[in-house]
């Protein structure tokens, strides 16, 4: 009997099932330099390190990290020079804490919703993705947008609050109210966000 025609022997160790999930960091990466730019970088940089932690858990789990940013408007910029005018910007300290790795997959949006005109679904799809948790900025606008849009999808959808900011404390408390009251998104802090398995269950899985 050849190696190929042999049986698999009872007990072998199978690859655990790949993440089902994928985490989205949004607008994170900017040069700030449109209105309001100035208060939305204090916000931006409350939220850096919480992220910059989350992200490094979900990488170590399996977890796809995909860099979601607007191209403002310039149809011929990539993502590497995104990230190069934001390291010789306002924004540097930020992106410094946010460096995307060389295995982290990159989408730019044009619009506030990271599914509008992209090819993120297709992303996602290739990715086999279930379940999405959102970070960046802003509540108010580019997440929920994107919420709204992945729940049309049926994508599961998590939003850990600390994890993301608006112009005010009290646009922050209405963005995470309609979140969670509206969309059905669970909003926990971040360090309750964990990855999950493909074959674990929807209903049966944390936050």
């Given at each position: 009997m050849?190696a190929?025609?042999?049986?698999?022997r009872?007990?072998?160790?199978?690859?655990?099932p790949r993440?089902?999930t994928?985490?989205?960091?949004?607008?994170?990466?900017s040069?700030?330099?449109?209105?309001?730019?100035?208060?939305?970088?204090?916000?931006?940089?409350?939220i850096a390190?919480?992220?910059?932690?989350l992200?490094?858990?979900?990488?170590?789990?399996?977890?796809?990290v995909?860099y979601v940013n607007d191209n403002c408007g310039h149809?011929?910029?990539?993502?590497r020079?995104v990230?190069q005018?934001?390291l010789?910007?306002?924004g540097a300290?930020?992106?410094?804490?946010?460096?995307?790795e060389k295995?982290?997959?990159?989408?730019?949006?044009p619009k506030h919703?990271?599914?509008?005109?992209t090819?993120?679904?297709l992303l996602l799809?290739h990715?086999?993705?279930r379940?999405l948790v959102?970070?960046?900025?802003t509540?108010?606008?580019?997440?929920?947008?994107?919420?709204?849009d992945?729940r049309v999808?049926?994508?599961?959808?998590?939003?850990?609050r600390d994890?993301?900011a608006t112009?005010?404390a009290?646009?922050?408390?209405?963005?995470?109210?309609?979140?969670?009251e509206?969309?059905e998104?669970?909003?926990p802090?971040?360090t309750?966000?964990?990855a999950?398995?493909a074959k674990?269950?929807?209903?049966a899985?944390?936050?």
């Amino acid at each position: 009997m050849t190696a190929r025609q042999r049986p698999q022997r009872e007990g072998l160790i199978h690859p655990q099932p790949r993440p089902d999930t994928a985490l989205l960091i949004i607008d994170m990466i900017s040069q700030w330099d449109f209105p309001d730019a100035a208060a939305l970088l204090r916000q931006a940089a409350k939220i850096a390190a919480p992220i910059a932690q989350l992200r490094r858990r979900m990488a170590r789990a399996g977890v796809p990290v995909v860099y979601v940013n607007d191209n403002c408007g310039h149809w011929r910029s990539d993502f590497r020079h995104v990230v190069q005018l934001s390291l010789a910007g306002p924004g540097a300290r930020i992106t410094g804490q946010l460096t995307p790795e060389k295995d982290d997959y990159f989408v730019l949006k044009p619009k506030h919703s990271a599914f509008f005109a992209t090819p993120l679904e297709l992303l996602l799809d290739h990715l086999g993705t279930r379940r999405l948790v959102l970070v960046g900025m802003t509540s108010d606008q580019c997440i929920a947008h994107t919420a709204a849009d992945a729940r049309v999808r049926d994508f599961e959808v998590v939003v850990p609050r600390d994890c993301v900011a608006t112009l005010t404390a009290a646009r922050q408390r209405r963005a995470l109210a309609h979140l969670a009251e509206a969309l059905e998104v669970a909003t926990p802090l971040s360090t309750g966000t964990r990855a999950r398995r493909a074959k674990q269950q929807a209903g049966a899985a944390g936050h």
